[in-house]
């Protein structure tokens, strides 16, 4: 699960980690009035406005509706205008931005719309750093990474200059150690006041990441301030999904808006569930499994219009839940189900399906395949059912069937 | 011969709620030797499982089975009354770490963990509490492990297994019944199916099992199913390069699959353009492994290595 910018500054700000003041805003008229009181509190004029979407590459990125504004704006018109210029220079702003579709290297052409503004205060800033904490899958442990390249996307420089990225491990019993940190703020060249805010941020940020369960956290950049102070001025969280049941506070922050909301219907029915730009729907058990179905699909000429997994606990609901799921998709030509029944029985899969086509119908061609737990009760079902289904003896077999039912992939 | 597990195995079960119960009259059923049940609170009273036998399991049992499995209030008292040797956790996901750690804690030398959505730091944890004890843990989030005619344990369909010269190591369930189906039809068999599960941090690795089949007299070839997302099958090319001495086939699923977006298992997801497929792929094929494009052809991709190192 991710969360907005400026609700990962929430967090970090309630563990004492050093963020810019700022404001979340929905309106025009809640941008403006957000001004004068982070100008007057932090005592710079100059105000930046974020947009607040999911996806990242803001700076760069520009709306559809207004291709001279970018994702992300200072706003200096207060240095010689005072507040009023700068509440001006917002409001033309709040105006084009807010309810425009914003387009990153991340959002794909089609863009997001922005609905919600954080208004930031500006920062007098000296040095631009990157910080992330995330997993080490081969060591099983966190590691914090940082790089003196703040801005730049971490893969370009590991791949290009990797002796630019640093790491230190973890310990999950013990946390990051003071000496790690030290030895990071100093490999990135920090001293004085800046060294010793630097270390103090970095042991926070890995303690935020695993006391609130974190997938990622990146901050990019990490600023030092002229002043040197050490900040997060963007600041980039997801969540580990197995854990939210122990974090209310992060799950309250789920903005449902941001995401695919045939996925979001999904996740509601237990079902693991992504959009693809195919014509082959597919309704599996496990992961693995599924994978392969769209493998498979494609091996033999098709294109998969989505990945599903009915997970081992699905239920005759969920099923049905799937089924019409996959069938709300117009570029759906074709069902396949492929079941391989383990800890899912293939009886229940067969109910499912049998209710959801007898609640929603049944407009294109539907190939089935089941094997394991309960496979002949699951087939008599089906049979029985009188339902217009071409049965496959095999994963191949019914990829195949369903690609060719379904007019190739036309 | 067989790796694991055996029909020496004696297993206690943690967690019996609807799946566990579900699974556990299944091995039962199977011939697996189900010793007792830890339910906290309900020590001392036992649980009946009763049904009609499957005889694709431990041959030459009567037709029907009603068995009484003991419950008791902690590992520890199961593994002292019992002899327990093995353990199933079904516990929930908020709940697994603390019974994986309980189990390793009372000395049990094996512990298979089906449940699925343990928290990563959880299993962090955990691994750093097995860190040092002889104990192997197998999972999360997998379909456990199964000796043909011998003993199940796990969610895995008995029907579809035959003894014979194959061992399977896969990180999906789903896919190692594809794979065992096939290795029975085409008459090469299992030694033994392992699955290590789909979560990004888990007990037990490739190169783990690997090396056991390698050192099994029994198991002539392995076939090891992986998908996208970390290294581990890189890991696991790379050690079959330089140690395994028996024929090597696999299948790599997630070709198709997008970049970015976590494919059902927590630890199937390709970031920053690492762990695809086609470098899992051409790793394995680079040690020698033979690799089936679509999963129906797994069983002939086994059979073919098995012919090029002269042993079909």
């Known amino acids: 699960m991710k969360i907005h910018e400026y609700q990962a500054k929430v967090l970090m700000k309630q563990r004492g980690i050093a963020v810019p003041l700022g404001r979340m805003v929905t309106t025009v008229d809640e941008a403006v009035a957000a001004v004068r009181p982070l100008v007057e509190e932090s005592g710079n004029p100059v105000v930046v406005v974020k947009s607040q979407i999911h996806a990242g590459g803001r700076g760069k990125g520009r709306f559809v509706e207004h291709p001279d504004v970018a994702g992300v704006n200072v706003v200096t018109a207060g240095i010689s205008g005072g507040v009023e210029a700068a509440e001006a220079k917002v409001r033309e702003l709040a105006e084009k931005m807010l309810g425009s579709t914003l387009v990153t290297i991340q959002t794909g052409p089609e863009g997001k719309q922005v609905n919600r503004l954080y208004i930031e205060q500006g920062i007098d800033i000296e040095r631009e750093l990157y910080l992330s904490v995330v997993l080490d899958r081969a060591t099983s442990h966190n590691i914090v990474m940082a790089s003196t390249e703040g801005g730049m996307d971490i893969e370009e420089v590991a791949a290009e200059t990797p002796e630019k990225v640093l790491k230190e491990t973890v310990d999950r019993s013990y946390g990051l150690q003071g000496f790690q940190a030290r030895r990071l703020a100093f490999d990135l060249g920090l001293e004085g006041d800046a060294h010793k805010n630097g270390a103090r941020f970095m042991q926070a940020i890995s303690n935020l990441a695993t006391a609130l369960d974190t997938d990622m956290v990146e901050i990019n950049p990490l600023v030092v301030t002229k002043s040197g102070q050490v900040m997060a001025l963007d600041g980039k969280m997801s969540f580990d999904g197995n854990a939210l049941f122990r974090h209310k506070d992060v799950v309250a922050m789920r903005d449902l808006s941001e995401e695919d909301p045939a996925e979001v219907e999904a996740s509601k029915y237990g079902l693991s569930f992504i959009k693809l730009d195919g014509t082959i729907g597919c309704l599996v058990n496990g992961a693995g499994l599924a994978m392969a179905t769209m493998d498979t699909i494609k091996e033999v000429g098709g294109e998969p219009a989505n990945f599903l997994d009915v997970g081992g606990g699905a239920t005759t609901e969920n099923v049905t839940a799937a089924f019409k799921i996959i069938t709300r998709d117009p570029n759906v030509k074709g069902i396949f189900i492929n079941i391989f029944g383990g800890i899912m029985k293939c009886d229940t899969i067969a109910n499912g399906v049998v209710a959801a086509v007898q609640e929603v119908g049944l407009q294109v061609p539907l190939v089935v395949r089941l094997e394991g737990t309960n496979v002949e009760l699951g087939r008599k079902i089906i049979d029985e059912s009188g339902l217009n289904v071409v049965s496959a003896a095999n994963m191949k077999d019914g990829a195949r069937k369903i690609v060719e039912l379904a007019g190739g992939n036309q | ?312």
Request: aromatic share 4%.
């Open chain 2, 1 to 312: 011969m067989s790796v694991l597990v055996n029909k020496n195995t004696k297993l206690i079960v943690q967690g019996l709620g609807d799946a566990g119960k579900f699974h556990t009259d299944k091995s039962i059923a199977y011939g697996t030797n189900v010793v007792g049940a830890v339910r906290p609170g309900k020590g001392g009273q036992s649980v009946r499982f009763e049904g009609e036998t499957d005889h694709s399991g431990v041959p030459g049992r009567a037709d029907t089975y009603s068995v009484d499995v003991p419950s008791f209030n902690t590992v520890k008292e199961a593994v002292e009354a019992t002899g327990a040797n093995a353990t199933v956790v079904f516990v929930p996901p908020p709940f697994a770490a603390d019974a994986i750690m309980e189990a390793a804690e009372a000395g049990i030398a094996l512990i298979i963990t089906i449940t699925e959505g343990i928290p990563i730091n959880d299993m962090v944890r955990v691994k750093e509490y097995l860190g040092g004890r002889d104990v192997r843990l197998v999972g999360p989030n997998c379909p456990g492990v199964i000796t043909p005619h011998e003993c199940k344990i796990g969610i895995m369909p008995g029907y579809i297994h035959q003894a014979g010269r194959i061992g399977v190591v896969s990180r999906s369930g789903t896919l190692t019944y594809e794979a065992v189906k096939q290795l029975t039809d085409n008459g090469l068999g299992q030694t033994t199916a392992v699955g290590i599960g789909g979560d990004p941090v888990n007990g037990t690795s490739f190169v783990d099992v690997l090396k056991i089949f390698n050192d099994d007299p029994a198991t002539e070839g392995v076939i090891m199913i992986g998908e996208i997302g970390g290294s581990a099958e890189e890991e696991a090319a790379a050690w079959i390069k330089a140690n395994m001495t028996k024929p090597v086939a696999s299948f790599i699923a997630g070709t198709t699959a997008p970049p970015g977006k976590r494919m059902g298992h927590a630890g199937a997801i390709i970031s920053g353009g690492q762990g695809t497929a086609a470098e899992k792929i051409a790793a394995l094929e680079g040690a020698g492994v033979v690799v089936a494009t679509t999963p129906s052809d797994m069983g002939s991709a086994m059979l073919e290595a098995m012919k090029r190192a002269g042993k079909a």
